[in-house]
Nanobody, 124 residues
Framework: QVQLVESGGGLVQAGDSLRLSCAASGRTFSSHSMAWFRQAPGKEREFVAV????????IYVDSVKGRFAISRDNAKNTVYLQMNNLKPEDTAVYYCAADLHGLVRRQASEFDVWGQGTQVTVSS
């Protein structure tokens, strides 16, 4: 089973930036599609961004387009989420997820492995 370890969350002010990292174990990272989801208090888990195996295809939820960027470094078994111009509405626990079949998906139920989450809090 692939294991995912997230880091980079924290408490920031509106307009600040953060970069989340998700480090994956194993030697098959490059065969997985990777995604970021988030879950705010009292809300369901929400799709944020996904990236395919090669990194050539990315998809974002409308609310983060132009502000967030997902990327991956297959040599380091790591996926990133660069978050710029953060807003209070971005406050949530952010989760890294892997689809072992390597498909580009947006539904949480399609992903096989999840990290424990990292808290991002944006104050106004």
């Amino acid at each position: 089973q692939v294991q995912l370890v997230e880091s980079g969350g924290g408490l920031v002010q509106a307009g600040d930036s953060l970069r989340l990292s998700c480090a994956a174990s194993g030697r098959t990272f490059s065969s997985h599609s990777m995604a970021w989801f988030r879950q705010a208090p009292g809300k369901e888990r929400e799709f944020v961004a996904v990236i395919n195996r090669s990194g050539l295809t990315t998809i974002y939820v409308d609310s983060v387009k132009g502000r967030f960027a997902i990327s991956r470094d297959n040599a380091k078994n790591t996926v990133y989420l660069q978050m710029n111009n953060l807003k209070p509405e971005d406050t949530a626990v952010y989760y890294c997820a892997a689809d072992l079949h390597g498909l580009v998906r947006r539904q949480a139920s399609e992903f096989d492995v999840w990290g424990q989450g990292t808290q991002v809090t944006v104050s106004s």
